[in-house]
Nanobody, 123 residues
Framework: QVQLVESGGGLVQAGGSLGLSCAASGRTFSTYAMGWFRQAPGKEREFVAVINWSGGSTYYADSVKGRFTISRDNAKNTVYLQMNNLKPEDTAVYYC????????????????WGQGTQVTVSS
């Protein structure tokens, strides 16, 4: 069992930056691929970024490539999402999720989810 808790959301102006964190419980965090997803009001949950168990491989949605960076610290059981040059269309609830053993871009195959953190970007 893995419990995930996101933090770091908030309100920021367009062009600004925010950093999200996702802290995981348990001693098997380093065996999980970790993903970030987001869901805007009235829209389906969509993939944002994913990182493999070691941190050596990442993948991003085209909409955030070059602006967002996913990373992890297995010693701290934490995955991060640094978001720069934020746009109003980035406004959503952001979720972290865990699955093993390999990365995936679809939310349907993730086993564990956090409760989400709100990110609001004003224009």
């Amino acid at each position: 069992q893995v419990q995930l808790v996101e933090s770091g959301g908030g309100l920021v102006q367009a062009g600004g930056s925010l950093g999200l964190s996702c802290a995981a419980s348990g001693r098997t965090f380093s065996t999980y691929a970790m993903g970030w997803f987001r869901q805007a009001p009235g829209k389906e949950r969509e993939f944002v970024a994913v990182i493999n168990w070691s941190g050596g491989s990442t993948y991003y949605a085209d909409s955030v490539k070059g602006r967002f960076t996913i990373s992890r610290d297995n010693a701290k059981n934490t995955v991060y999402l640094q978001m720069n040059n934020l746009k109003p269309e980035d406004t959503a609830v952001y979720y972290c999720a865990a699955k093993r053993p390999i990365m995936a871009l679809t939310n349907m195959v993730y086993d564990y989810w956090g409760q989400g953190t709100q990110v609001t970007v004003s224009s």
